[in-house]
């Protein structure tokens, strides 16, 4: 040797991530070579001493990292009769992009896809088991795979601390197999990290599993709470893509006050995401029951005043559009705080994008979020999506998009909300083809509809005897719909057994044996029978009863079954004193 | 077989007399009552809903504390609610806990329809007719 060669490619590699990761000064002393220093040197290391290498390492790394990244750079200075490009292969995969905060799944899904790019091997498979049950994945096939076989060339154990596993490989050239047991425990070491990550979630899944439930997923369904106002048609539904995600859509208001919705995303995935989407919903409800005049705009700026600095602790943002639906004036104010896509489809013209002029919740101290109002009568349209949706990708990678988004409005923009909302998420579905769903998916959509008139109307005094009447009123009913040649038998006995349990109901717990009366309103077309079903009893929403145990008999529970099973859509809201109840037929 | 149908015509002339004898308009559905052979028949007639159920509730009770062998023909009953079913699971985890028979019979197809939607036909001990129900409690 004529002159110091400097280290190998491999170990300037590794040492460049240590000090992207907190090193602040780096001395390798191996055998045989002058010493090797990156960085400014505080004096202040200890060093870590092998047979073959010293490392001294200052700054704030751990030392778990230190010690197990040295074992590696024994195995590199070692492997001096390798091939270059060996050791560039065992470099690169040394730089696996390993988050310590996904699953296993996840893990163990991008760890085999990286190993055979690296590797340059028709196929890579990991087999686990361990305490969060067995999982396997396998890399994604190549465009090209010369090698069919079945037939693993190399296995390796993968030296888990928490289970156990194997790596298998098939095709490709042979590979050393002392890079082969380094990629082992690198990969063990980053599903070690996984499980953990998995059971710790697991664990405060479990601890608030009850309050979860209740106050995320629920919530995240507006299919209970969506409200009724003459003039317009609303339907929402979100679609989660893991079990707890960022997306929420709720509405607010309504007795005695103006009716809000209010759809929205909090950044980022997890329990993070669901604690601080039920804090934002909560915090937006509150501004719309406590502030004096409440606009969409004053709305979204006090919720950012409260929720600012939560978001800012941890890091994240929510987006949030805010809405205040005017039955009188047709029409619906709208503040939005960067949410997107908003669309807004005036009757004969062509959908459009309604670009947010606010920011993010969370992001600045104000949020610069203004109202401007929009026309809501026959024919107009509004859907407020989330990104879950022009976001999606296909199996090649490309998205849905903008375009598709407001084409598929402009082809559904005739028909009801929820034939909208459906046909939206079926498009993007369709656009997707196998790939999985990326993200939440929420769309809210909001149709301007004539003021209809019902085709009967009765009242029935709210006690048991009296709805003996049902039976002739419900003919009587029938007879007077224009959807009456589609209604068979079997649907009017359904009908007949909703409405009953309905109004049994609205007797037995609304009511409660104190006098009163209920209003029955017969609509729709001939293509779905509505009825209306309207009391002055206290507060109460039948349809939050819980679902009966189906696998064992029970007393209670069947009523609201019953009328679910047999019903279309059902939907309850509370208007002043009134309860209002809607049963859905399609014919 | 020839039992059965021999039972079933005694126990339907039963029925008859019972039904002339006692005519109950004023509770909200009628009901006949007869013992065959130490077998308790209870046939409701009319809707049974929330309006109906607390009656029949107590001749049910009424009926078990008696009787350990229970038939309940339900072929004159055109409707039934979640209150009607739930009267008959409670009297039928009764007889479930005194280790007594309880078999309803003659469910008209709406009625059978209901019980198919919430499971019950499952967990309930039916019989396809009445006289066959009797039949199996014979023996």
């Given at each position: 040797m004529t002159r110091p060669p400097g280290p190998p490619a491999a170990v300037e590699t590794i040492v460049e991530a240590w000090l992207e990761d907190g090193a602040e000064h780096v001395t390798l002393t191996a055998r045989g070579h002058p010493p090797w220093s990156w960085g400014p040197s505080s004096g202040d290391g200890t060093p870590l001493t092998t047979s073959a290498l010293t490392v001294l390492v200052e700054g704030d790394l751990p030392a778990a990292r230190i010690a197990h990244d040295t074992k590696l750079l024994v195995e590199i200075l070692d492997l001096?009769?390798?091939a270059a490009e060996a050791r560039h292969r065992l470099a690169t995969v040394m730089?696996?992009?390993?988050?310590?905060?996904?699953d296993v799944a996840t893990t163990l899904q991008s760890t085999v896809d990286q190993l055979a790019d690296v590797l340059a091997v028709a196929r890579v498979t990991i087999n686990v088991e361990t305490e969060v049950g067995p999982r396997t994945a396998t890399s994604a096939a190549p465009v090209v795979d010369p090698d069919r076989s079945q037939e693993a060339t190399a296995t390796r154990a993968l030296p888990l601390n928490r289970g156990a596993g194997t790596l298998s490989i098939v095709g490709g050239d042979a590979i050393n197999p002392e890079i082969l047991d380094a990629l082992a425990r690198r990969a063990a070491s980053a599903i070690d990290l996984s499980i953990t990550y998995e059971e710790s979630i697991a664990t405060v899944r479990l601890q608030n599993e009850y309050e979860l439930a209740e106050r995320v997923q629920s919530r995240m369904l507006p299919r209970r709470s969506v409200p009724q106002l003459t003039g317009f048609e609303i339907f929402a539904e979100s679609r989660p893509?893991?079990?707890?995600?960022?997306d929420f859509c709720d509405f607010q208001g309504g007795t005695g006050r103006p009716t809000f919705f209010s759809v929205g995303d909090v950044s980022g995935k997890g329990l993070p995401a669901a604690i601080l989407m039920s804090m934002t919903m909560a915090t937006l409800t509150n501004k719309v029951e406590y502030?004096?005049?409440?606009t969409p705009e004053a709305i979204i700026a006090r919720a950012n005043e409260d929720m600012y600095s939560h978001f800012t602790d941890v890091g994240m943002f929510a987006t949030a559009v805010v809405g205040k639906l005017d039955p009188e004036a047709s029409s619906v104010s709208l503040a939005n705080?960067?949410?997107?896509?908003v669309v807004y489809k005036a009757s004969g013209m062509p959908p459009e994008l309604i670009a947010p002029e606010g920011t993010p919740?969370?992001?600045?101290?104000?949020?610069f979020a203004k109202d401007r109002t929009l026309r809501l009568a026959t024919g107009d349209v509004l859907v407020v999506a989330s990104d879950g949706l022009n976001e999606q990708r296909d199996s090649q990678g490309e998205m849905f998009g903008y375009h598709r988004l407001l084409a598929t409005v402009e082809a559904l923009a005739d028909q009801p909300a929820r034939l909208i909302a459906i046909g939206l998420f079926s498009a993007v579905r369709a656009f997707a083809g196998?790939?999985?769903?990326?993200d939440d998916q929420t769309v809210l959509v909001v149709r301007g509809v004539p003021r209809t008139t019902p085709s009967f109307q009765a009242e029935l005094d709210a006690d048991l005897e009296a709805l003996r009447g049902l039976p002739k009123l419900l003919d009587e009913a029938i007879a007077r719909h224009p959807g009456r040649r589609a209604i068979s038998d079997d649907i009017r006995t359904g009908l007949e057994l909703a409405i009953h349990e309905v109004l049994t109901n609205i007797v037995v717990h609304g009511y409660a044996d104190t006098r009163g009366s209920i209003t029955l309103r017969f609509g729709g077309d001939t293509s779905e029978i509505v009825i209306d079903i309207e009391d002055?009893?206290?507060?109460?929403?039948?349809?939050e009863a819980p679902m009966p145990d189906l696998d064992a008999p029970q007393v209670h529970g069947y009523g609201m079954f019953l009328v679910r099973e047999l019903m279309d859509t059902t939907e309850y809201g509370r208007r002043g004193q009134t309860n209002h109840l809607r049963l859905i037929k399609h014919l | 077989m020839t039992i059965a149908v021999a039972a079933f015509a005694t126990w339907s002339e039963e029925r008859l007399r019972r039904t002339m004898a006692t005519p109950t308009e004023e509770h909200g559905m009628e009901y006949v009552t007869a013992i065959d052979d130490g077998i308790e028949i209870l046939s409701p007639s009319g809707r049974f809903d929330a309006f109906a159920a607390p009656q029949i509730a107590e001749e049910l009770a009424r009926i078990q504390a008696a009787s350990d062998r229970l038939v309940v023909d339900l072929?004159?009953?055109?409707f039934i609610d979640s209150t009607g079913l739930a009267t008959l699971v409670r009297a039928m985890k009764h007889a479930r806990e005194q280790n007594a028979s309880f078999v309803l019979c003659g469910l008209v197809e709406p009625v059978r329809i209901i019980f198919e939607l919430t499971r019950l036909d499952r967990a309930f001990d039916i019989a396809d007719d009445c006289a066959s129900a009797l039949a199996t409690l014979r023996q």
């Amino acid at each position: 040797m004529t002159r110091p060669p400097g280290p190998p490619a491999a170990v300037e590699t590794i040492v460049e991530a240590w000090l992207e990761d907190g090193a602040e000064h780096v001395t390798l002393t191996a055998r045989g070579h002058p010493p090797w220093s990156w960085g400014p040197s505080s004096g202040d290391g200890t060093p870590l001493t092998t047979s073959a290498l010293t490392v001294l390492v200052e700054g704030d790394l751990p030392a778990a990292r230190i010690a197990h990244d040295t074992k590696l750079l024994v195995e590199i200075l070692d492997l001096a009769e390798s091939a270059a490009e060996a050791r560039h292969r065992l470099a690169t995969v040394m730089r696996f992009e390993v988050p310590a905060d996904v699953d296993v799944a996840t893990t163990l899904q991008s760890t085999v896809d990286q190993l055979a790019d690296v590797l340059a091997v028709a196929r890579v498979t990991i087999n686990v088991e361990t305490e969060v049950g067995p999982r396997t994945a396998t890399s994604a096939a190549p465009v090209v795979d010369p090698d069919r076989s079945q037939e693993a060339t190399a296995t390796r154990a993968l030296p888990l601390n928490r289970g156990a596993g194997t790596l298998s490989i098939v095709g490709g050239d042979a590979i050393n197999p002392e890079i082969l047991d380094a990629l082992a425990r690198r990969a063990a070491s980053a599903i070690d990290l996984s499980i953990t990550y998995e059971e710790s979630i697991a664990t405060v899944r479990l601890q608030n599993e009850y309050e979860l439930a209740e106050r995320v997923q629920s919530r995240m369904l507006p299919r209970r709470s969506v409200p009724q106002l003459t003039g317009f048609e609303i339907f929402a539904e979100s679609r989660p893509a893991r079990l707890v995600g960022g997306d929420f859509c709720d509405f607010q208001g309504g007795t005695g006050r103006p009716t809000f919705f209010s759809v929205g995303d909090v950044s980022g995935k997890g329990l993070p995401a669901a604690i601080l989407m039920s804090m934002t919903m909560a915090t937006l409800t509150n501004k719309v029951e406590y502030l004096p005049e409440p606009t969409p705009e004053a709305i979204i700026a006090r919720a950012n005043e409260d929720m600012y600095s939560h978001f800012t602790d941890v890091g994240m943002f929510a987006t949030a559009v805010v809405g205040k639906l005017d039955p009188e004036a047709s029409s619906v104010s709208l503040a939005n705080g960067g949410h997107s896509p908003v669309v807004y489809k005036a009757s004969g013209m062509p959908p459009e994008l309604i670009a947010p002029e606010g920011t993010p919740l969370g992001v600045l101290d104000e949020t610069f979020a203004k109202d401007r109002t929009l026309r809501l009568a026959t024919g107009d349209v509004l859907v407020v999506a989330s990104d879950g949706l022009n976001e999606q990708r296909d199996s090649q990678g490309e998205m849905f998009g903008y375009h598709r988004l407001l084409a598929t409005v402009e082809a559904l923009a005739d028909q009801p909300a929820r034939l909208i909302a459906i046909g939206l998420f079926s498009a993007v579905r369709a656009f997707a083809g196998g790939a999985e769903q990326d993200d939440d998916q929420t769309v809210l959509v909001v149709r301007g509809v004539p003021r209809t008139t019902p085709s009967f109307q009765a009242e029935l005094d709210a006690d048991l005897e009296a709805l003996r009447g049902l039976p002739k009123l419900l003919d009587e009913a029938i007879a007077r719909h224009p959807g009456r040649r589609a209604i068979s038998d079997d649907i009017r006995t359904g009908l007949e057994l909703a409405i009953h349990e309905v109004l049994t109901n609205i007797v037995v717990h609304g009511y409660a044996d104190t006098r009163g009366s209920i209003t029955l309103r017969f609509g729709g077309d001939t293509s779905e029978i509505v009825i209306d079903i309207e009391d002055q009893a206290r507060a109460f929403d039948p349809l939050e009863a819980p679902m009966p145990d189906l696998d064992a008999p029970q007393v209670h529970g069947y009523g609201m079954f019953l009328v679910r099973e047999l019903m279309d859509t059902t939907e309850y809201g509370r208007r002043g004193q009134t309860n209002h109840l809607r049963l859905i037929k399609h014919l | 077989m020839t039992i059965a149908v021999a039972a079933f015509a005694t126990w339907s002339e039963e029925r008859l007399r019972r039904t002339m004898a006692t005519p109950t308009e004023e509770h909200g559905m009628e009901y006949v009552t007869a013992i065959d052979d130490g077998i308790e028949i209870l046939s409701p007639s009319g809707r049974f809903d929330a309006f109906a159920a607390p009656q029949i509730a107590e001749e049910l009770a009424r009926i078990q504390a008696a009787s350990d062998r229970l038939v309940v023909d339900l072929s004159a009953v055109p409707f039934i609610d979640s209150t009607g079913l739930a009267t008959l699971v409670r009297a039928m985890k009764h007889a479930r806990e005194q280790n007594a028979s309880f078999v309803l019979c003659g469910l008209v197809e709406p009625v059978r329809i209901i019980f198919e939607l919430t499971r019950l036909d499952r967990a309930f001990d039916i019989a396809d007719d009445c006289a066959s129900a009797l039949a199996t409690l014979r023996q």
